[in-house]
């Protein structure tokens, strides 16, 4: 029987500690392993975003007007 992939657990504590300063709600997230990128969004399904904002360490956050509506984190492999 071959091992499932290893799960770096402490990335995953990180996050969910990051996303305990977000309103509560309802998010949905995918990773695209061909393009290396985490999208998240924080409805059910994604709301159209009027704005975004690249950070100095390649997350763009997406605004709906003043409300942000999903991340998109890129090389998500190399951190």
């Not at 799960?7 to 509560?24: G, M, P």
């Not at 975004?52 to 709906?64: F, G, H, M, N, Q």
């Amino acid at each position: 029987m071959s091992k499932p992939h290893s799960i770096e657990i402490c990335n995953y504590i990180h996050f969910a500690k990051a996303l305990q300063t977000v309103e509560q709600r309802p998010c949905w997230m995918m990773f695209d392993a061909e393009a290396d990128v985490l999208y998240v969004n924080f409805q059910n399904s994604a709301q159209a975003a009027t704005d975004s904002k690249v950070t100095d360490d390649d997350v763009v956050i997406r605004y709906a007007g003043n409300e942000v509506v999903g991340l998109t984190i890129l090389s998500v492999s190399q951190r």
